[in-house]
Structures are given as structure tokens and as C-alpha cells.
């Protein structure tokens, strides 16, 4: 398997090993059983269907520290070294308490990848997601991983210039990450190249989540198990259902850190108390649980416990394992003096790391009901509750934080304008790369609006100029006029106005196409066949461009397909040089009715 490079190299693995752990040779005397299995794809004896079938070996990339490769015995645990894990109707519900009950070092690889696929495809067979964690899916995941590598890093050049995206974490927390957080001391060289590639990589392929500070961290912890090419899948699909695994936005990493807050203060309202006094119930107080997943406040063992838990449960464990760790300290909480949300996490973490500290017994509170025999029990939200509680608190958290103060900068315009004449002829352009919705939050008050789109397989730029808004209808609804234009920005740049027809067969309905909208897509231009001169799906990810009546334009995507991919999707409106202001959009007089009669 690959192991952090474009080519393959094989997986350590050690035959004289007892021990399921990193680097103990003692035999633990329970009775270990080494894995055999093909040591990596490109052997011959590859080819057996039973090796196929086997899980993958974990590999430290971070620090290549040996795994052996033993599974407890029978009797101590239900792991073995294929699939399925489990069987029958209860099978989710006992993977569960068996990743609760942690994972072998040896499995976790093959573990961590099957269950994040499985939450985040859920309709899906169980057996497609498993087969992500065998020998044969090794193939097509190194495959993957060496075509985005060669989009991100186009050049050999460029990873020796590759710094580390912060995705939102600050400046100490990202020295803090390379440091000390991840096993008390330094990631070596080999590891942070490994860590900026595979960030490096989730930036350029997913720039739609422009603010998601638990993925640097999450990313290291991969590593400790997995090669480049698995970190970078599992985090995939983590970013790709968010809303099981991560907040993918600020606005979301607030509106999680409230509903912590709400259930902090209706399980343990006295607790609650104190932290809201000292700041720890805050969104930045509560940065060692929603920013650095823990590794700030607990030994290093008990956060890869965690990692266990979470990639099978998703984001609830966040809540669960926060909760759980602040009420098992109350009581020594009680005795100090913790003024401010530093010393109070500061005071947890000395908690955690002493000989008090049980990871056993915080699983147990973590999974248990809140209350005694004088106070109501309390069970823990159900995951929809937690959900429901999310979503109720975006409000609050839209009017408390801008989702434009971001501590990453956007990425380079796609327009063809140097960056120092972008201000003087264009707005600061909108970057929209999650729905079609957010397209509409953006433009829906602002006419003459340049529309960018780049295609992920050429690279190519490709947009529209509309002379109105776009706004969102239930059905699609055609509007616009003679203004609008489609165009080729790079390569070969060309522009394709609008221009009556001559021919009388041609209707004005099909002809007068200009801007077409709906709920679900898009466009300018139409055909008969129903294709458009440009058109965007609901999500902005695809999009097709054919020859459109009236405006006479070559497919934008190129004659080979009509269909192409879509990368960033980059929205400008016109302003005047002289002021900055806009020609026309929600500060025109037209859009201000205060004073209105």
C-alpha cells in the first residue's frame, strides 16, 4: 500500500510479535494471533482471492513506529482479520460496543475506513464498504490518491513549497498540533510532509470547507495507522457528510459549541455554571474539544480510543466525551480556583494525566444516564435530537459570528485580471462551492453579475455575464434580454454574444432562453433536446454546455463531451472605479425602501 508517496512500498510486518500494541515486544499471554495477509498489492500472491478478501495492515506514516500485526484471541475480543466483523440483525449495534471497547492497533487502518464509509454511505450494502478495508480495494484507493496528488502538486517543486493549511486553526494551536499534541513530542520531518500533503490535497479537492479546524488534527491521528492514500479517503468522505462527522463552516463550529453549552447546562446546570463564569462554555473556550479533538486534555491512548468511537458514530461523541469529561472532574472542580477557560482546561488536563484518570469509567459516564436517586436521571439526546438542536441554534450563531471572518485566505480569483485591477473593475469575488442555495444567498439582489466556473478535468475557466439576478424559483422560470453572454475564459479565450435569429423555425420561446433557473439547476441558452449553452446542477458539481439557439457558442466544455466537473464556481459584480461602489445591486437606490411610501 502506498505509504505517503506516489509510488507503492510494503507494509512492516513483523512475524516473531505477541503483542497487539506499538512497539512492545512482550508477550501480553493472551493467546495474539498474527495476521498473514499479502503484504502489499503488487506481489504476485496478490492475486489469491482469499489474501484479497483480507484486511489491509495498519502503517504508522507519522512517525513509523512498528505495528505489530497480532488480534486479541477469540476469547478476549470478536476481531479477525477479514470481514465481516459481525453478523445478524444486532451487527451495527456490536461493532459499536467493540470499537467503545477500542480497536487492535493492527485493524485500525481497515476499521477506521470501513466504518466512516458505512455512516457516510449508509445506503449502501455493508459489503461495498467493508471491501474498502481489504487487499483488493488497495488498487483503486493508491490510484485515486496519486491522481490528486498530481492535480495539487503539479509540479515536483511544489511540495518542497508546501506549507501547512491551518484550516482555521490559529497559529499556536497549529504549533502546538506539530509539537506536543500528538504523543508529547514532535512530529518528525517524514510525518509533516506526510500531514502537509494530505491537507495540502483535502484544500485543492475540497476547497468548499473554507473552515474546519478539527481536520489538521484528525488528519494526524490517521496517520498514526494509515498511509496517505487512506487518510486522505477517509477524510473525504468525513467532509463529504459533515453533518455526521464535522462542522464544515464557522457558523456550524458555533452553533455546535452552543448546543454543548445547552446540554452542559441541563445535565449539569451547577457545573455549567462555573464554566460560563470562567469562559469555558464560549466557542473559543471550547477549543479543546470542537477545535483539537481532545488532544490538548487527554493522553494520547485515550484520544486514539476516541478516534475508535468516533469514526463509527460520528460527531455525537464530540458531545458525549465532552460532557463525560467535564463531569467526572466536577468534583474535584468544586475544591479550585479556575478564573478564566485556560486554567480550567489547564486543571482538567492535569486530572486526565494523573492516576485518578480511567478511560474505562469515562466511556461508562459517557454512555450512561446523568442523575442519582435525589435528581432526575437524564439519558443523553438521541443523535435526530442532537441534530434537531444543531440546526435550531444556526440562527444564534449567524448573528454572532460572519462567515466571511474566516483565518484562511481565499484562494486566487479565476478571473483573467491581475489581482492589483481586480478591486478597481470587479467586487472581491464571492466563492460558491457548496449548493446552489448559497449561489442564490449570494446574488439574488445583484444584476450584471459575472458568473466563473472551472472544470476540474482541463482546468479550463468557462463562464456568463447576466444582465439580471438570479433567483430561485420552485419551477424553472425563464428571464433576462439580449445582454447576457456565454464565454471561454482561458484557454483560448473567446466570447459568445447573443444575436437574433433569421430563421423563422426557431421559436422566440427557445430563442429568448436567456437566464433559466429553478430550485435545482442553472442555465443560459437552450435547444430543443433540452440541452443549455451552460448549465449548473443544484449542487455545483457538474454541468454540461451544448450549442444554445441565439447565441451560436462551441461547448464550452469542448467537443469531446458535453458534460464536465466542476471545481470552484466564482460569482463578480461590476463596480464603478471611481468609488467602489456597484453599478447596480442591493446598494442601488432601487434595492433601499427605507422611507418608502
Known amino acids: 500500500m502506498a505509504a505517503g508517496v506516489r509510488n507503492s512500498v510494503d507494509y512492516p510486518v513483523d512475524s516473531s510479535s505477541k503483542s497487539a500494541g506499538k512497539g512492545n515486544d512482550d508477550d501480553n499471554g493472551t493467546g495474539a494471533r498474527r495476521l498473514e495477509r499479502a503484504a502489499a498489492p503488487s506481489s504476485s500472491s496478490d492475486n489469491n482471492p482469499q489474501k484479497q ?86 488498487p483503486s484507493i493508491e490510484h485515486t490518491w496519486n491522481l490528486v496528488l498530481d492535480q495539487t502538486f503539479p509540479e515536483r517543486d511544489d511540495e518542497s513549497m508546501a506549507t501547512i493549511p491551518d484550516f482555521g486553526l490559529h497559529s499556536e494551536d497549529v504549533t502546538s498540533l506539530l509539537e506536543t499534541s500528538h504523543g508529547g513530542k514532535p512530529i518528525p520531518p517524514q510525518g509533516r510532509k506526510s500531514l502537509t500533503r494530505v491537507l495540502c490535497v483535502m484544500r485543492h479537492m475540497h476547497s468548499g ?63 455549567a455554571r462555573e464554566m460560563e463564569d470562567n469562559g469555558a462554555l464560549t466557542p473559543r473556550g471550547l477549543d479543546p474539544i470542537f477545535r483539537r479533538f481532545f488532544t490538548t486534555l487527554l493522553p494520547y491512548e485515550c484520544v486514539l480510543r476516541i478516534m475508535d468511537i468516533f469514526t463509527i458514530e460520528g460527531a455525537k461523541v464530540l458531545f458525549r466525551f465532552g460532557v463525560a469529561l467535564v463531569a467526572l472532574y466536577k468534583t474535584e472542580l468544586k475544591s479550585m480556583n479556575t478564573p478564566d477557560a485556560k486554567t480550567f482546561w489547564l486543571r482538567l488536563r492535569e486530572y486526565a494525566h494523573s492516576k485518578h484518570f480511567s478511560f474505562e469509567r469515562l466511556v461508562k459516564k459517557a454512555y450512561g444516564p446523568v442523575g442519582s436517586k435525589w435528581r432526575k436521571r437524564v439519558n443523553f439526546p438521541r443523535r435526530r435530537t442532537l441534530a434537531r438542536m444543531v440546526k435550531f441554534n444556526e440562527d444564534w450563531a449567524e448573528c454572532h459570528v460572519s462567515t466571511r471572518s474566516c483565518h484562511i485566505p481565499p484562494p486566487p480569483p479565476l478571473g483573467c485580471v491581475k489581482n492589483a485591477e481586480v478591486e478597481a473593475v470587479l467586487a472581491k ?54 445582454e447576457c453572454f456565454l464565454f471561454r475564459a482561458t484557454p483560448e479565450a473567446k466570447c459568445y454574444k447573443w444575436r437574433p435569429s433569421e430563421d423563422d423555425t426557431k421559436t422566440d420561446a427557445l430563442l429568448e432562453q436567456f437566464q433559466v433557473s429553478s430550485e435545482t439547476y442553472i442555465a443560459m441558452g437552450g435547444n430543443k433536446d433540452g440541452s443549455s449553452g451552460l448549465r449548473l446542477n443544484e449542487d455545483l458539481t457538474k454541468g454540461e454546455s451544448a450549442p444554445a439557439v441565439g447565441f451560436n457558442n462551441d461547448p464550452l466544455a469542448g467537443s469531446e463531451s458535453d458534460m464536465f466537473e466542476i471545481g470552484l464556481v466564482e460569482v463578480y459584480r461590476l463596480v464603478r472605479e471611481i468609488d467602489g461602489r456597484p453599478v447596480d445591486g442591493e446598494d442601488d437606490p432601487m434595492w433601499n425602501l427605507d422611507g418608502c411610501r
Open 53 to 138: 478478501d483480507l484486511f489491509v495492515l495498519s502503517h504508522d506514516t507519522l512517525r513509523s513506529t512498528k505495528i505489530y500485526q497480532t488480534l486479541p484471541s477469540t476469547a478476549t475480543g470478536p476481531w479477525r482479520d477479514h470481514p465481516p466483523i459481525f453478523t445478524g440483525p444486532e451487527e451495527r449495534h456490536l461493532l459499536k460496543e467493540a470499537c467503545r471497547g477500542g480497536v487492535p492497533p493492527a485493524l485500525r487502518c481497515a476499521v477506521w475506513i470501513t466504518s466512516v464509509i458505512r455512516v457516510s454511505h449508509c445506503h449502501r450494502p455493508k459489503s461495498l464498504s467493508e471491501e474498502y478495508g481489504t487487499v483488493k480495494r488497495v
Open 429 to 482: 469575488p464571492t466563492a460558491v462551492r457548496a449548493s446552489l442555495s448559497a449561489f442564490y444567498e449570494q446574488v439574488s439582489k445583484t444584476k450584471h453579475t459575472v458568473c466563473l466556473v472551472e472544470m476540474l478535468s482541463t482546468g479550463a475557466t468557462i463562464g456568463c455575464f447576466a444582465s439580471q439576478a438570479w433567483v430561485s424559483h420552485k419551477r424553472p422560470k425563464v428571464y433576462g434580454d439580449g
Open 209 to 271: 470547507i473554507d473552515y474546519a479546524p478539527l481536520v489538521p488534527d484528525l488528519a494526524a491521528i490517521l496517520l498514526n495507522y494509515m498511509p496517505e492514500a487512506y487518510v486522505y479517503t477517509t477524510l473525504r468522505e468525513m467532509v463529504n457528510d459533515h453533518s455526521r462527522f464535522l462542522p464544515p463552516s464557522k457558523v456550524d463550529h458555533y452553533s455546535y459549541c452552543r448546543t454543548f453549552a445547552q446540554l452542559m447546562k441541563k445535565m449539569h446546570p451547577a457545573t
